[in-house]
């Protein structure tokens, strides 16, 4: 008879897109319970849309401060997460960008060889995650 051995697991990169969301957050809890082996590494990537986009619309205000207030939303968002992978003792890294969040997302996808993508919500509010599931 062999003596028993756990499995052996080979390190993998794992990336997770949040959007700080309870859903999201919720996601993200249980993968690091469900999906994690202690040798991975977690990257979390947190895309905001360009303020740019929306700094011309704003009829009163400054679209500089506008910007400045969403670049430190977006850092908030991705730090609550990474604060939970620190208590955890999680290898991992984090990337903050600016832009379109699908073309990101996947850029970041083909560019980082990953052996797993995470998403913990597609941005849709409950009643429209409800009908389209």
Not at 42 to 51: A, C, F, G, Q, S
Request: proline share 4%.
């Amino acid at each position: 008879s062999f003596p028993h051995q756990e499995p052996i697991t080979m390190p993998r990169k794992l990336l997770f897109a949040v959007d700080g969301s309870n859903a999201c957050l919720h996601a993200f809890l249980w993968a690091m319970d469900n999906v994690h082996n202690s040798d991975d590494h977690w990257t979390i990537i947190h895309v905001y849309e360009d303020p740019a986009i929306y700094a011309e619309n704003l009829i009163a205000g400054d679209p500089k401060a506008f910007a400045q207030q969403v670049q430190k939303h977006a850092e908030h968002v991705l730090s609550t997460f990474e604060k939970r992978l620190l208590e955890k003792k999680i290898s991992h890294s984090t990337i903050l960008k600016g832009g379109s969040v699908k073309e990101e997302i996947v850029r970041e996808t083909e560019t980082g060889k990953y052996q797993m993508l995470l998403i913990g919500s597609r941005g849709m509010g409950g009643v429209k995650r409800a009908l389209i599931g």
